[in-house]
């Protein structure tokens, strides 16, 4: 029984968590994305703390980066916190578009790197097969970031909810294999 308690309660939290996150995703994120903010918020703070209490040990050229960094980070968290509150969609449109971002950086230099190997004389393989693959991708995720944002957050959840009914059933499972071991002495 031991055993069993922990898998099943971490099994029905994350059919909680993955139920919650299909039917309410903006509720989710908020929530999820303003952890983020406080967590980038007393991280801020603590550095100041650390650089008041250390500042003897840095150089002045240090200690104004990591003032800046702290006030960085505190200003950023705040504003993270405000806009997953005021609109918790958006950012995941951001995060889409730097996804998208990555995706055309990578495109235009896999492509280059095609041509630059093609003047070589030497056989580029598949790389011109993933730059149109990674260009692709970068205009789905420039043309439909939200949908896209909401098919991941989708799969994501239903991964979670699937994992979570496993480890549950897993646990039933040995509490009841335990069970028959017992009652078998």
């Not at 230099?109 to 095609?114: A, E, S, T, V």
């Amino acid at each position: 029984m031991r055993k069993v308690l922990p898998l099943a309660i971490s099994g029905i939290l994350m059919v909680f968590v993955g139920g919650y996150m299909i039917l309410r995703p903006d509720d989710f994120l908020s929530v999820v994305i303003s952890i983020l903010g406080l967590y980038i918020v007393f991280d801020g703070i603590r550095s100041i703390v650390s650089l008041v209490r250390y500042r003897t040990f840095f150089s002045s050229a240090v200690r104004t980066m990591a003032i800046i960094k702290a006030v960085l980070n505190t200003v950023i968290g705040v504003m993270i916190i405000v806009l997953a509150f005021a609109n918790p969609s958006i950012i995941l449109d951001i995060v889409v578009y730097i996804a998208g971002a990555a995706f055309l950086l990578t495109a235009v230099i896999n492509f280059i790197d095609c041509l630059v190997l093609s003047q070589a004389d030497v056989g580029y393989g598949t790389l011109g097969l993933e730059s149109v693959i990674s260009f692709i991708a970068s205009i789905m995720l420039f043309a439909f970031p939200g949908f896209i944002g909401s098919v991941i957050m989708t799969l994501f959840a239903a991964i979670i909810l699937a994992a979570g009914a496993v480890m549950v059933y897993a646990a039933i499972m040995r509490y009841v294999a335990g069970k028959d071991e017992n009652t078998a002495l």
